[in-house]
């Protein structure tokens, strides 16, 4: 009986042990704050989420939603359909005020997704936004609302 419990005392230490080791060695990442994220795209720069001073459409927003309305032009298949919804287009202003990385975030299909990013690729230059001062590659979401008159 006397071996018996030394086995069983020697069994709980091990398995404290164990529980100890992993518990000391586990590498946890720290958290990321989402105006921190950022990852490298084709050209190499980081790109990032959120700064303070975000790009900008020459003339602000509200010369955005009368270019982009003027240059959709509406996919006859669709028309057809009637549809009509948002579709969210996500683009890269890059630090010298390009877009790059064009593509839809999400979308409704029959012809609108491809009309949303022909209208975007085809914006002119935007104002980059900076950290610091200092230009740089930010990510943009806008939505696009297609309605039918």
């Known amino acids: 009986m006397n071996s018996a419990i030394k086995i069983i005392l020697k069994s709980i230490l091990l398995c404290f042990i164990i529980i100890f080791f992993t518990q000391c060695s586990s590498n946890q990442?720290?958290?990321?704050?989402v105006d921190k994220v950022t990852w490298d795209n084709e050209i190499g720069d980081s790109v990032h989420t959120f700064i303070k001073e975000m790009p900008e459409f020459p003339g602000e927003?509200?010369?955005l939603y009368p270019d982009i309305e003027s240059e959709i032009q509406y996919p006859l298949f669709a028309k057809r359909q009637g549809l009509e919804g948002k579709v969210y287009v996500q683009f890269v202003v890059t630090k010298d005020g390009n877009l790059a990385d064009v593509?839809?975030?999400k979308g409704i299909g029959y012809g609108v997704d491809q009309e949303?990013?022909?209208?975007?690729?085809s914006l002119p230059q935007w104002i980059p936004g900076?950290?610091?001062?200092?230009?740089v590659?930010?990510?943009?979401?806008?939505?696009?609302?297609?309605?039918l008159q």
């Not at 900076?130 to 230009?135: E, F, R, T």
């Open 29 to 33: 990442t720290p958290k990321i704050p």
């Open 61 to 63: 927003d509200k010369a």
């Open 103 to 105: 593509v839809v975030a």
């Open 116 to 121: 949303a990013l022909r209208v975007i690729k």
């Open 130 to 135: 900076k950290i610091n001062g200092i230009p």
């Open 137 to 147: 590659n930010v990510l943009v979401q806008i939505p696009i609302v297609f309605k």
